[in-house]
């Protein structure tokens, strides 16, 4: 699994509020990545980072931001969160071998 | 931009079959191609990376070949078991950029009957 944990691993919570998700790795792994998976839409990249304090968007950026100031979190922040944001979200890393392995998923559900 | 398609959606099949799953892409110049099985309520798992130079990677009963040139990938699972049940998804990472996003298709969930 990589030493890949996410957390909270679920959270139901209500329209306009702020939301943090958590994703840490315990091997020093240089990249870090966001994707959301829905249905009809598969995995999109939200948010990935290539270093402590060096991000940049995916795909699907809009109303989320990130913050990694440490190399082994990586953090992904709903400043308000709506119910299209409704998600289960997915944390990865990037081998050295160019192999990414992914987190256990936090199922996020917005009311 | 890159799209990539995984033909049939659902497969059901016997136990002790022969099968391969399908993936195409539309952009040929990949840098490397993976395929993940996801169970139910679960993360992904890796199963086959396949660099953009190579033509197959095996681990035990799976076998994954790419033809580049065609936009195909092919995941052979040999004898079947009810434990291969899930979905499996295929993705690509683009050869422009270091991004090292992947871009996924929809999935083949396969079922494998008893």
């Known amino acids: 699994d990589a030493g890949i944990t996410q957390s909270p691993r679920h959270k139901v919570t209500e329209t306009g509020t702020p939301v943090t998700l958590r994703c840490h790795q315990t091997?020093?792994?240089?990249?870090m990545y966001w994707y959301r998976q829905d249905p009809g839409h598969g995995l999109r990249l939200i948010h990935y980072?290539?270093?402590?304090?060096?991000?940049d968007k995916g795909e699907v950026s809009d109303g989320y931001s990130v913050s990694r100031s440490k190399t082994e979190d990586f953090l992904l922040t709903l400043e308000s969160a709506t119910s299209s944001q409704t998600s289960v979200y997915f944390c990865?890393?990037?081998?050295?071998?160019?192999?990414?392995?992914f987190g256990p998923g936090t199922r996020l559900t917005v009311l | 931009k890159q799209e990539v398609t995984q033909i049939p959606a659902a497969l059901s099949v016997p136990e002790g079959e022969n099968l391969v799953l399908n993936c195409s892409f539309t952009?040929?110049?990949?840098?490397?191609l993976q395929w993940f099985r996801q169970d139910p309520g679960k993360g992904l798992t890796s199963l086959l990376l396949i660099q953009s130079s190579q033509r197959e990677q095996t681990s035990g009963r799976l076998n994954a070949s790419l033809d580049k040139s065609s936009g195909r990938s092919t995941l052979y699972i040999a004898a079947s078991q009810p434990g291969d049940s899930a979905t499996y998804l295929c993705?690509?990472?683009?050869?422009?950029?270091?991004?090292?996003?992947?871009?996924f298709g929809q999935g083949t969930t396969l079922q494998v009957k008893p």
């Open positions: 993705a690509v990472r683009n050869g422009s950029g270091n991004t090292g996003k992947l871009i």
């Open positions: 990865a890393i990037r081998d050295r071998g160019e192999e990414q392995f």
């Open positions: 952009d040929s110049a990949i840098y490397n």
């Open positions: 980072s290539y270093g402590v304090k060096d991000t």
């Open positions: 091997e020093n792994h240089r990249y």
